[in-house]
T-cell receptor, first 114, second 112 residues
Framework: DGGITQSPKYLFRKEGQNVTLSCEQN?????MYWYRQDPGQGLRLIYY???????QKGDIAEGYSVSREKKESFPLPVTSAQKNPTAFYLC?????????????FGPGTRLTVT | DQQVKQNSPSLSVQEGRISILNCDYT??????FLWYKKYPAEGPTFLIS?????DKNEDGRFTVFLNKSAKHLSLHIVPSQPGDSAVYFC???????????FGPGTRLSVLP
């Protein structure tokens, strides 16, 4: 089955501990995205990647950094550099970038940092 | 400042009736609009879209209307079914732009 997977579904970490959120797709999509959702807010774009070895900052990239070494994978490290990391994180992919291309979303990872 | 607004956080509708979800945008450069649906513990899924050259797009029970002069779009679901209960996100983009801007979502509850 083709799709996009994120693991784990729930992640708990203590403040100061670094963690990497996983995102894998087997849809052969070039573009991949990371969003976060906070209560009462829509999905806000953190970073996106149009193609392997390329990535661009989204609206809330501060404190995050990414890399894209493989077409099927776009991990998101969450480090102590991110001031408010507790959120619901969604990964997505699409054939290309832009509104005309439907984005396929993973099930999300809820990260709680205490 | 939110470029895509959904001013109703929640909406309740009786089964069989029409659900109307509203969305407003501020950026006149947006020319492609999408609706996504999200169930709890799942990622959003694409529902329907509309290009700015149209004022209406229909797909089964779902119709999206676009009023460019008012910078307003709406999603109509007729007839509403309990399985439609979900959070609906309005989104906007420049056609072939780099990314999509999402609204905060409206939680629809369809009551049996």
């Amino acid at each position: 089955d083709g799709g996009i997977t994120q693991s784990p579904k729930y992640l708990f970490r203590k403040e100061g501990q670094n963690v990497t959120l996983s995102c894998e797709q087997n849809l052969n999509h070039d573009a991949m995205y990371w969003y976060r959702q906070d209560p009462g807010q829509g999905l806000r774009l953190i970073y996106y990647s149009q193609i392997v070895n390329d990535f661009q900052k989204g609206d809330i990239a501060e404190g995050y950094s990414v890399s894209r070494e493989k077409k099927e994978s776009f991990p998101l490290p969450v480090t102590s550099a991110q001031k408010n990391p507790t959120a619901f994180y969604l990964c997505a992919s699409s054939i290309g970038t832009g509104g005309a291309y439907e984005q396929y979303f993973g099930p999300g990872t809820r990260l709680t940092v205490t | 400042d939110q470029q895509v607004k959904q001013n109703s956080p929640s909406l309740s509708v009786q089964e069989g009736r029409i659900s109307i979800l509203n969305c407003d945008y501020t950026n006149s450069m947006f020319d492609y609009f999408l609706w996504y649906k999200k169930y709890p513990a799942e990622g959003p899924t694409f529902l329907i879209s509309i290009s700015s050259i149209k004022d209406k797009n229909e797909d089964g029970r779902f119709t999206v209307f676009l009023n460019k002069s008012a910078k307003h779009l709406s999603l109509h679901i007729v007839p509403s079914q309990p399985g439609d209960s979900a959070v609906y996100f309005c989104a906007a983009s420049y056609n072939y732009g780099q990314n999509i801007v999402f609204g905060p979502g409206t939680r629809l509850s369809v009551l049996p």
